[in-house]
């Protein structure tokens, strides 16, 4: 194996995982090393619900995303959502919809063939999804989900063409599934500008990726139950350590699948979202008892896609 090995090394790539756990001399643009990020913030009641318990615990929040899509929020919903988080020197991302497990085919239903539910079925879907990011971005939204490499490819090429701000970020959501470094490196080449990687890979095999790429990395130190369910929390410190520049995500185990939300779904969204920030106090307490050192952003950081809020109507 000595030779694919040195190969790999001669692309920029480790040659295996990072069993020896370096720690990342990477940084995030203010320098530092770790910020936090709450999911499927489902709209304007449980992004001010995160808020209010944000002041609670005295915790910052750095970034709220969502995951039933821009195409089911209205205009007035998102701006709202943008005004909140630009309140607060936070970045808020939306998802941009739909995809193929919301779409009329089977394969992403078959046992065999879930997998395929994330990407963008046909051409038409593709359009689609553009569609979600070319009208968040209209709102003031300057991060968006992506779960396609095609959608990513064209809607970097959409940003370099002045088709899109410049400014606009391009998370990749986690049922991406990429799950080593060569497959991250190629959406870091493509325009990624963050990554979620898989929730069950190891300390070793995230600190390759680390490696490997330079855009931050998300990582869920708390997962949902449908995409494995891990509690992690122990793992922060060495998290930070060995990944900066790291987005520690606090998703919530024993808890439902709400995609897509909506009023009927309401007071559930705001409640999952009061406890996630609850989550995320424990393990920011944990973070400072075990690496004190550690060093994480302030909110409105430089590198943060913050709402751009000029020239958006104004509430009357």
């Known amino acids: ?81 943008t005004r909140l988080a630009a309140s607060r020197g936070m970045e808020v991302s939306l998802f941009a919809r739909p995809n193929a497990a919301w779409d009329t085919g089977a394969m992403a239903v078959s046992s065999a063939g879930r997998t395929v539910g994330p990407r963008l079925r ?24 992506l779960a396609d490499e095609g959608a990513l490819w064209v809607a970097g090429e959409m940003r370099k063409r002045g088709e899109l701000p410049a400014d606009m970020q391009f998370k990749m959501s986690v049922m991406m599934a990429s799950a080593n470094p060569a497959s991250i490196r190629l959406m870091q ?54 990944a900066a520049p790291v987005y520690i995500k606090f998703g919530l185990r024993n808890a439902p699948n709400i995609y897509p939300a909506g009023a009927h779904l309401g007071t559930a969204s705001v409640l999952l979202s009061r406890e996630r920030a609850r989550r995320a106090k424990l393990g920011l307490d944990l973070l ?28 009357v």
């Open 1 to 81: 194996m000595d030779a694919t090995r040195r190969f790999l090394e001669g692309l920029g790539l480790p040659p295996g995982d990072a069993h020896g756990l370096p720690t990342s001399p990477k940084r995030f643009p203010d320098g530092a090393q770790y910020r936090v990020e709450l999911p499927s913030t489902e709209g304007p009641e449980a992004l001010a619900a995160i808020i209010e318990e944000m002041d609670r615990y005295d915790i910052t929040i750095h970034r709220v995303s969502q995951g039933s899509g821009v195409m089911m929020m209205t205009d007035e919903e998102i701006t709202e959502m």
């Open 122 to 145: 046909g051409q038409e879907q593709l359009v689609h999804c553009l569609e979600d990011v070319r009208r968040a971005a209209s709102l003031g939204v300057r991060s968006v989900l």
């Open 189 to 242: 080449d493509l325009g990624a500008d963050t990554y979620n990687v898989p929730t069950d890979l190891t300390l070793a095999q995230i600190a390759a990726v680390r490696q490997a790429v330079d855009i931050p990395l998300d990582v869920y130190v708390e997962a949902p139950d449908d995409i494995g369910g891990f509690v992690r929390q122990y793992e922060i410190p060495e998290l930070v350590r060995v």
């Open 288 to 315: 400072a008892r075990y690496y004190p050192e550690a060093v994480g952003s302030k909110p409105g950081a430089q590198g943060l896609a913050l709402p751009a809020l000029e020239g958006m109507p104004q509430p």
